[in-house]
């Protein structure tokens, strides 16, 4: 009598990782796009910026807009600012993007920087310039440097909050319309300690031969997280919900001799780079009239050289749903972008 066996697998089986705790730098730099810096800003700074911008925080709203056939809310608060421009960039068209658009609908001009944020930001710009000298760069990268000659500066930022345990924001990649191709992002986290979660978006060639990791980063009060270039193209990321949190305890009180008071907030702040050569000016507009949107095509991409990226109607998130369906495929050159790295005289 002979037994039977079950068929082979007609494919082969490819092990699914579990979730991965990256709680020191070192994990981070070896398993992502990402740089952790701990203590990045001198401590009585941290607390004089968590303070002001949980007082601003009162004011921040949450983003709307139509997904399918209903509105969605985002489950935390968020606000965007812009830097004060005084001799550090002369090129103002930026701010345009930065005033009128978001998610596909006008909105008030911004705020600017607080001067916690402008004291923060120099900081911040000091340590990004420092790692992206140490990196390989991509041809796609802006090319482009800064008035004092810095290869990155930061001319916005957008800002969340989330209190409790359960605000969150679900997995995404950061839109490029106003940012162009492998941008670089650092995100400064403030108060209770929340998980930063990435997921790379395998390419689809890859899918039979492996699946993705999810990693957990505890963000923890005053640590920056810098997303180099690249980390938009190939990883989503997230703040999920939480079944529990640490009270956050500021190590200085508001004012002097006042007891400092426990928080449940987090707030964070992305500075970003918006580009002059994607000024709204520049950004195609749907057939609803609206500055399209830039994706990257993360299924199909290459080797940082021949990466496709496309203009999208974005209209629907907040026309009752109802959108185009504008599509175009980005051409630096056609389109008259750049300097690149990898071109720098184009
Ligand atoms: O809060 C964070 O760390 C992430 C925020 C974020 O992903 C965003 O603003 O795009
Ligand atoms: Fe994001």
């Given amino acids: 009598m002979s037994i039977l066996k079950p068929p082979p697998p007609t494919s082969p089986q490819i ?23 701990t203590s990045i800003l001198p401590p009585d700074l941290a607390c004089r910026l968590f303070y002001a911008m949980i007082d601003e925080s009162h004011r921040w709203e949450r983003n709307k807009w139509w997904l399918f056939d ?40 911004p705020k600017t920087f607080l001067p916690e944020m402008e004291e923060a930001c120099r900081y911040i710009e000091g340590v990004v310039n420092e ?6 760069r991509f041809p796609l990268e802006w090319g482009g440097s800064g008035t004092e000659g810095q290869t990155w500066r930061a001319n916005v930022a957008a800002s969340n909050c989330y209190e409790g345990t359960k605000e969150s924001v679900g997995f995404h990649s950061d839109q490029l319309t106003y940012l162009g191709p492998y941008p670089t992002i650092a995100s400064l986290s403030l108060g209770t300690t929340r998980i930063f979660r990435l997921r790379e978006v395998v390419p689809t ?21 810098i997303m180099h270039a690249s980390t938009q193209e190939r990883f989503k990321h997230s703040i999920p919900p939480q079944p ?21 907030c987090r707030i964070n702040i992305t500075f970003r ?3 002059p050569d994607f000024r709204p000016g520049k950004i195609p507009r749907c057939k609803c009239g609206v500055p399209t949107i830039l ?20 209209a629907g998130a907040q026309n009752d749903g109802k959108g185009c369906n504008f599509w175009k495929v ?17």
């Fill in 70 to 109: 209903r509105v969605v809310e985002s489950p935390h608060r968020t606000s965007f600012y812009a830097r004060r421009l005084d001799g550090v960039d002369k090129d103002t068209s930026w701010q345009e993007a930065a005033q009128f658009w978001y998610n596909g609908k006008k909105t008030e001009p």
């Fill in 330 to 346: 980005m051409d630096v050159e056609a389109e008259g972008r750049g300097p690149f790295v990898g071109c720098l005289d184009c």
């Fill in 15 to 37: 092990a699914r990782l579990p979730p991965l705790t990256l709680s020191t730098s070192a994990l981070v730099a070896q398993h992502t796009p990402c740089t952790l810096h």
């Fill in 131 to 136: 790692e992206m000298c140490k990196r390989k």
């Fill in 244 to 264: 529990t949190i640490d009270m956050f305890r500021p190590p200085f009180p508001r004012t002097y001799g006042v007891a400092v008071e426990p928080s449940n």
């Fill in 273 to 275: 780079f918006y580009r």
């Fill in 295 to 314: 994706r990257p095509d993360m299924k199909n991409r290459q080797d940082g050289t021949e990466d496709k990226y496309w203009w999208t109607c974005y």
């Fill in 205 to 225: 060639a890859e899918t039979k031969q492996r699946h993705a990791r999810t990693y957990n980063v505890p963000l923890t009060h005053n640590s920056l997280m």
